[in-house]
Nanobody, 125 residues
């Protein structure tokens, strides 16, 4: 499985960006697809996740502003980011977690283990 993110960039506070993650390879098991982010000096944190049944879950700091979706026909994951804040500045990573039911987790810290990571795309607000 290979994951390639795109769509990052610089935007003013209050602006919007749409991240994409193109996935290649065969998903032979149930999978959660998720976005994580890591700001300088901080640990990587879960942002949004979507399961095979399209159930979603979001980190508390992004609820109502970020929306995760996927296009199964194109094997692509999206993250629509609206009302961006300076604290959203980070490297954003796409991830695949096999046999993990992300939307049923108690917290984003339970989105583990990650089986595959993308290379990341920078978002600067």
């Amino acid at each position: 499985v290979q994951l390639v993110e795109s769509g990052g960039g610089s935007v003013q506070a209050g602006g919007s960006l749409r991240l994409s993650c193109a996935a290649s390879g065969y998903f032979h098991r149930s999978a959660c697809m998720a976005w994580f982010r890591q700001a300088p000096g901080k640990r990587r944190e879960g942002v949004a996740a979507v399961d095979d049944d399209d159930s979603t879950m979001y980190g508390d700091s992004v609820k109502g502003r970020l929306t995760i979706s996927k296009d199964n026909t194109k094997n692509t994951l999206f993250l629509q980011m609206n009302s961006l804040k300076p604290e959203d500045t980070a490297m954003y990573y796409c991830a695949v977690l096999f046999d993990v039911f992300c939307s049923g987790a108690s917290t984003v810290d339970d989105w583990a283990p990650v089986d595959y990571w993308g290379q990341g795309t920078q978002v600067t607000v």
